[in-house]
Each structure stands twice: as C-alpha cells, then as structure tokens.
T-cell receptor
Framework: AQTVTQSQPEMSVQEAETVTLSCTYD???????LFWYKQPPSRQMILVIR??????QNATENRFSVNFQKAAKSFSLKISDSQLGDAAMYFC????????????FGQGTRLTINP | DAGITQSPRHKVTETGTPVTLRCHQT?????MYWYRQDPGHGLRLIHY???????DKGEVSDGYSVSRSKTEDFLLTLESATSSQTSVYFC?????????????FGPGTRLTVL
C-alpha cells in the first residue's frame, strides 16, 4: 500500500520570505500523480499544484513550485514571497496513475505566516 | 469552483443513532468519494463510487455504508453512530480522462457523536 509522510507538523515563515514544506512517499509504481492541497481556516480543500510522475519538469503555479525527486520519492512544496493568505494546513497527496482515483494523504503541515 | 454541496454542514447526534450525510454535485462527474479528516491523520478514504450503484470500500470503511442511486448524489450512512466517528467528513468528485483529472472537494460536514 502507498503511504505519504509529512514530517513537519508545523512550520512558520516571515511574510515575503520563502518556505519549503517536505513530503515523502512510498510506492512500488512508476506512474502516479502527486498533489499539494491547501486547507485554510474555512476548512475548504483547495488544490495548489499537481505533478505527474512521468514528467521530469517540476510543476509551477505562480508563487508555488515543487521539487520532485522521483528516485528519492520526495515531493516538496516551495512557497515564495509568502503572504498572510498562505496561512493554512497543507496536505501532500498521492494517487495511482491507473485504476480507482483514490487519494492517499499525508498528515498535514500547519503553516503560520508571521507579519 | 466545482459545484459540490454537502448537507448538513454541522450535526450533533447521540451514540447509537443512525446518521446520513449527503453529497450533491452539479458537475456530472463519474467518481465520488467520502473522506474523513482527523487530527494527525490527514484525510482518509471511507468509500468511493465509480458510477451509479457502483461503490467500493476505502481504508476506513468499517461502520459506514454508502449509496448512489443518481449521478449527482452520494450518501454516507452511519448505521449506529459511535464517538470514534466524530470527525469532519469531506465529499470529493473527479472525472477520469478529463484534462485536469483532479479531485475537487466539498465544504465538509462536522459531525459530533456524544
């Protein structure tokens, strides 16, 4: 079974600085998807970024980018120019490429932005 | 935003009572999911559906049942609620083969079992 681990329960960063959230996963499959979701205090789950394992290029969405290291099974999220609105729980998630589209989530990292 | 609603949004009930949570979508997506969120565990899959009347178990399905009689509705039932089922429940939808092929989540239901 696939597992996802986020080893940082909490992180904090100064506004306008850069922060990196860590995620590792375990799988025996070669093709899969990885995601970062954001959950602000409103509780809504918001997709931040996704990465297809067969793509070597790291995904980028505005201030959010990932460092995908397939051999190391590592998928970190970098937030540049942190803003107060980035404060939230961040979840890393894995999904198989084929078959049922079930997501396997990590435990989450709570990100605090200090003004 | 994907058209997903959950009802009720909050519910307090007593141990041993039946509870049904409803997820409704307006996107006509094939796949629907129920997750629960607990501190220290992230979200965990309870059940999912890959079409009308087609459902399967997730990793934490004990004590839960589901039904999907229409594309737009996916019901989660706790036949006899227990305190361990106090949680936040999220519904999600996705469409295989779409450009994004991504799961979108509803607003969640906070359930408290006393």
């Amino acid at each position: 079974a696939q597992t996802v681990t986020q080893s940082q329960p909490e992180m904090s960063v100064q506004e306008a600085e850069t922060v990196t959230l860590s995620c590792t996963y375990d799988t025996s499959e070669s093709d899969y998807y990885l995601f970062w979701y954001k959950q602000p205090p409103s509780r809504q789950m918001i997709l931040v970024i996704r990465q297809e394992a067969y793509k070597q290029q790291n995904a980028t969405e505005n201030r959010f980018s990932v460092n995908f290291q397939k051999a190391a099974k590592s998928f970190s999220l970098k937030i540049s120019d942190s803003q107060l609105g980035d404060a939230a729980m961040y979840f890393c998630a894995y999904r198989r490429f084929q078959g049922a589209q079930k997501l396997v989530f990590g435990q989450g990292t709570r990100l605090t932005i200090n003004p | 935003d994907a058209g997903i609603t959950q009802s009720p949004r909050h519910k307090v009930t007593e141990t041993g009572t039946p509870v049904t949570l409803r997820c409704h979508q307006t996107e006509n997506h094939r796949y629907m999911y129920w997750y629960r969120q607990d501190p220290g565990h992230g979200l965990r899959l309870i059940h999912y559906s890959y079409g009308v009347k087609d459902t399967d178990k997730g990793e934490v399905s004990d004590g839960y049942s589901v039904s999907r009689s229409k594309t737009e509705d996916f019901l989660l039932t706790l036949e006899s609620a227990t305190s361990s089922q106090t949680s936040v429940y999220f519904c999600a939808i996705s469409e295989a083969g779409s450009v994004t092929d991504t799961q979108y989540f509803g607003p969640g239901t906070r359930l408290t079992v006393l």
